[in-house]
């Protein structure tokens, strides 16, 4: 068997070769000696192979795309509710079950990438999503749509995983923090296109025209197939854990006997970004609840909380005006979720994630006060550059936390049940805004600034007492080890009983 200097020169010199696009010289120097000068931004995504750069946009693209099919519903909703005879607050349940069968996708997709590759479960993920896209534009009745946008769930659910652990295992640790907060905003470029596609698609030619649209992310399984390689770590991985001889069952009880604390902190810092980033679904639920005669369309613009219905109730904000507004707060988590994925290379993952939530709390009375249309503009872009800039973290730091075998796993999980988690938190504001009503309207403004500045001190707390492995080693030496050590263990026990 060999010994652990064995298992770190195999790391060294033999894991990494030109299609991982990952240089020996840098796994070496990241080792040795972290980077203490900044590299520019430019060099950084200049300095990436075909190979990277091609695995990236893909990601990419499938994040916006996905992104961009789970606001259709949004968009159109008080169009399917006309159709089907129903109620919109009825009809937004398809977007709660959405969000209940995404950590369902993660784990399944997770499971099958980490079992077969990376590739192949993430082209048939997007075949999967893009199919139930184009089938959701031909649903007959409400029962039929539903089913669709439950099995939709599933696979927006491991997209994200799979897409994240690909990128980053293909590419170099200094591009990580960049790389990761570019590639968590396409949830952020998709909301901004299907806000354009409503306007040139859903107003002209119907609800159902956005669907079939949709379905377009398919084409990206072309690009898959042909430009993307398999991730060389992940098949270095199937090779070593053969070696070992221990069942792929056995390997998942040592990652729970082994990182059973990560995963339960992870899942909640991932649930506190959770909560200051998302108000999903149940805008409508609360439209309902108080029986204001609103324009549905405007609540479903919104990717954050309550925002749209407080500029609209409490502000009296026309539909141009708030359609400006959270496209400009959504251009805001663009830029931040790069900016503060660059500067968590540097600073670090847990010490960005706490000054971008310290800046947050202190941009939010510019988010709800001001009346002025541009000074909330600022706010509302400042607001979302911190919350997202924190977000963008999120896929460097899941894939660097995660149990090397189960990198396709363990942070799409992780990340959809804090999404699931989180899911209650417009519910919540919705409450809260009840009981403490202004100029009698529920206070939105007051509610969400109260609640996101409680998630950021808890998120400054988890971020205080986790851990970070920032350009870590992805190659498999820490659970070679501890599963040599197990099968070490077994293999003494069994001499001992025999004696």
Same mark, same amino acid.
């Given at each position: 068997m060999a010994d652990k200097n064995e298992i770190n020169e195999i790391s060294f010199n033999d894991?990494?070769?030109?299609?991982?696009?990952?240089?020996?010289?840098?796994?070496?120097?990241?080792?040795?000696?972290?980077?203490?000068?900044?590299?520019?931004?430019?060099?950084?995504?200049?300095?990436?192979?075909?190979?990277?750069?091609?695995?990236?946009?893909?990601?990419?693209?499938?994040?916006?795309?996905?992104?961009?099919?789970?606001?259709?519903?949004?968009?159109?909703?008080?169009?399917?509710?006309?159709?089907?005879?129903?109620?919109?607050?009825?009809?937004?349940?398809?977007?709660?079950?959405t969000l209940m069968f995404r950590p369902v996708g993660a784990l399944i997709f997770g499971l099958l990438s980490d079992r077969f590759g990376r590739?192949?479960?993430?082209?048939?993920?997007?075949?999967?999503?893009?199919?139930?896209?184009?089938?959701?534009?031909?649903?007959? !009745?409400?029962?039929?749509?539903?089913?669709?946008?439950?099995?939709?769930? /599933?696979?927006?659910? =491991?997209?994200?995983? $799979?897409?994240?652990?690909?990128?980053?295992?293909?590419?170099?640790?200094?591009?990580?923090?960049?790389v990761s907060g570019i590639l968590q905003q396409g949830y952020a470029a998709g909301y901004i296109v299907a806000a354009i596609f409503y306007y040139l698609v859903t107003v002209n030619l119907g609800w159902r025209a956005m669907f079939w649209i949709g379905s377009f992310p398919a084409l990206l399984v072309i690009l898959l197939r042909f430009y993307v390689p398999e991730s060389q770590l992940w098949e270095r991985s199937r090779e070593s854990h053969k070696s070992i001889g221990h069942s792929w069952i056995n390997e998942i009880k040592l990652v729970f006997k082994h990182h059973w604390s990560k995963i339960i902190h992870t899942i909640l810092l991932m649930a506190g970004l959770n909560f200051i980033s998302?108000?999903?679904?149940?805008?409508? !639920?609360?439209?309902?609840?108080?029986?204001?005669?609103?324009?549905?369309? /405007?609540?479903?613009? =919104?990717?954050?909380? $309550?925002?749209?219905?407080?500029?609209?109730?409490?502000?009296?904000?026309?539909?141009?005006?708030?359609?400006?507004?959270?496209?400009?707060?959504?251009?805001?988590?663009?830029?931040?979720?790069?900016?503060?994925?660059?500067?968590?290379?540097?600073?670090?993952?847990?010490?960005?994630?706490?000054?971008?939530?310290?800046?947050?709390?202190?941009?939010?009375?510019?988010?709800?006060?001001?009346?002025?249309?541009?000074?909330?503009?600022?706010?509302?872009?400042?607001?979302?550059?911190?919350?997202?800039?924190?977000?963008?973290?999120?896929?460097a730091h899941l894939n660097e936390l995660s149990p090397p075998n189960f990198r396709g796993t363990f942070p799409g999980f992780t990340y959809q049940l804090g999404v699931l988690i989180a899911s209650s938190s417009a519910q919540i504001e919705a409450v809260l805004g009840e009981k403490f009503p202004k100029d009698g309207l529920p206070d939105y403004g007051l509610t969400q600034a109260i609640l996101t500045a409680c998630a950021a001190f808890c998120l400054i707390i988890l971020a205080s007492i986790g851990k970070e492995a920032k350009n870590v080693d992805f190659v498999e030496v820490e659970i070679v080890d501890d599963l040599k050590s197990d099968t070490k263990q077994d293999d003494t026990e069994k001499e001992s009983l025999h004696e």
């Open positions: 894991v990494v070769d030109s299609e991982t696009g990952i240089p020996k010289t840098t796994l070496r120097s990241t080792l040795i000696s972290r980077v203490e000068k900044p590299i520019n931004p430019w060099k950084i995504l200049r300095s990436l192979n075909k190979a990277q750069t091609i695995t990236f946009l893909a990601a990419f693209l499938g994040w916006t795309l996905d992104a961009f099919d789970f606001f259709t519903v949004s968009f159109a909703l008080p169009y399917i509710a006309k159709e089907f005879q129903m109620q919109p607050s009825k009809i937004s349940a398809s977007i709660t079950v590739r192949y479960p993430l082209m048939a993920d997007i075949l999967l999503f893009s199919t139930m896209e184009f089938a959701s534009g031909f649903a007959p !009745n409400f029962q039929s749509f539903i089913v669709l946008r439950a099995i939709f769930g /599933l696979a927006m659910g =491991g997209e994200w995983g $799979l897409g994240a652990a690909l990128t980053m295992e293909i590419l170099p640790p200094e591009a990580r923090g960049l998302h108000g999903k679904k149940n805008d409508h !639920n609360i439209i309902n609840r108080y029986k204001r005669a609103l324009n549905y369309f /405007l609540l479903s613009i =919104g990717t954050q909380d $309550l925002y749209p219905t407080y500029l609209k109730t409490q502000l009296l904000f026309s539909p141009e005006e708030i359609t400006v507004t959270t496209i400009v707060a959504n251009v805001g988590a663009i830029i931040g979720g790069a900016v503060c994925g660059y500067v968590s290379q540097y600073l670090g993952r847990r010490r960005t994630i706490i000054v971008a939530m310290v800046l947050l709390g202190a941009s939010l009375p510019l988010f709800v006060l001001p009346r002025n249309r541009v000074l909330l503009s600022v706010g509302a872009f400042l607001v979302y550059f911190f919350v997202q800039g924190a977000y963008g973290i999120a896929p």
